[in-house]
T-cell receptor, first 115, second 110 residues
Framework: DAGITQSPRHKVTETGTPVTLRCHQT?????MYWYRQDPGHGLRLIHY???????DKGEVSDGYSVSRSKTEDFLLTLESATSSQTSVYFC??????????????FGPGTRLTVT | GDSVTQMEGPVTLSEEAFLTINCTYT??????LFWYVQYPGEGLQLLLK?????DKGSNKGFEATYRKETTSFHLEKGSVQVSDSAVYFC?????????FGAGTRLFVKA
C-alpha cells in the first residue's frame, strides 16, 4: 500500500472556524490532490499540487486554500467552515514522471462535520 | 469537456453471478482508463488500468478492455463474491488530471 496518511481522521467543528487537514506521503510522489466525496456527487477535485509551492484550483475550490511547503505534506485549509463543507475529504498522490502512468493512490479520508 | 459516465446503482447480485458495470467516456485526447474500488470506510484503491486502445486490464478476477471505437471500458467479473461488495469508480486520465465517474454500488448476497 502507498504510504499516505491523513490527519485528523474525524473532526467536528463549528461554523465560522478555520480548519486545516493534513496529508502526508512517504512515496516522494510529485502530484498531490484534495477531493471531497458527497452522496450524489462522487469525487470532486478541490485543489491539486504539481510540486513544492506549485498548486492550482480544482472544480470546487471556493472556500478552500492549500499549501505545499515540502514534497511530503499537502495541507487543506477551510478558511471559515460552513455547513456545506461537511463531507469526507480524501487526499491522493500520483507520480507519472519517468513512468508515464498517473494512477492515483488515496489516503483513508477525513470525515469533517461542521455544526 | 471530458467526462465519464457509469451505470447507476445499486447493483444487487447473488454470489457467483456474472458482473458487468458499464462505463463510457468522452475525451479530446487519448486517456488512460482506470477502475477504482472503495470499501466501506476506506479510500479508493486502484483495481485495474489500461493505457491504450485494445489493452485489457485485469486484477483479482476483474477485467476491462479499452474500446476506443465505442469509447467504453466496461468492468466484468465472471463470479462475484460477497467480499466484492463495494463502490466501483470508472475514471479517465490524461496526464496528471483524472476524471471520476459517479460510482456504482455493488451488493453481493450470499
Amino acid at each position: 500500500d502507498a504510504g499516505i496518511t491523513q490527519s485528523p481522521r474525524h473532526k467536528v467543528t463549528e461554523t465560522g472556524t478555520p480548519v486545516t487537514l493534513r496529508c502526508h506521503q512517504t512515496e516522494n510522489h510529485r502530484y498531490m490532490y484534495w477531493y471531497r466525496q458527497d452522496p450524489g456527487h462522487g469525487l470532486r477535485l478541490i485543489h491539486y499540487s504539481y510540486g513544492v509551492k506549485d498548486t492550482d484550483k480544482g472544480e470546487v475550490s471556493d472556500g478552500y486554500s492549500v499549501s505545499r511547503s515540502k514534497t511530503e505534506d499537502f495541507l487543506l485549509t477551510l478558511e471559515s467552515a460552513t455547513s456545506s463543507q461537511t463531507s469526507v475529504y480524501f487526499c491522493a498522490i500520483s507520480e507519472g514522471v519517468g513512468t508515464g502512468s498517473y494512477e492515483q493512490y488515496f489516503g483513508p479520508g477525513t470525515r469533517l462535520t461542521v455544526t | 469537456g471530458d467526462s465519464v459516465t457509469q451505470m447507476e446503482g445499486p447493483v444487487t447480485l447473488s454470489e457467483e453471478a456474472f458482473l458487468t458495470i458499464n462505463c463510457t467516456y468522452t475525451a479530446t485526447g487519448y486517456p488512460s482508463l482506470f477502475w477504482y474500488v472503495q470499501y466501506p470506510g476506506e479510500g479508493l484503491q486502484l483495481l485495474l488500468k489500461a493505457t491504450k486502445a485494445d489493452d485489457k486490464g485485469s486484477n483479482k478476477g476483474f477485467e476491462a478492455t479499452y474500446r476506443k471505437e465505442t469509447t467504453s471500458f466496461h468492468l466484468e467479473k465472471g463470479s462475484v463474491q460477497v467480499s466484492d461488495s463495494a463502490v466501483y469508480f470508472c475514471a479517465s486520465g490524461e496526464g496528471f488530471k483524472t476524471i471520476f465517474g459517479a460510482g456504482t454500488r455493488l451488493f453481493v448476497k450470499a
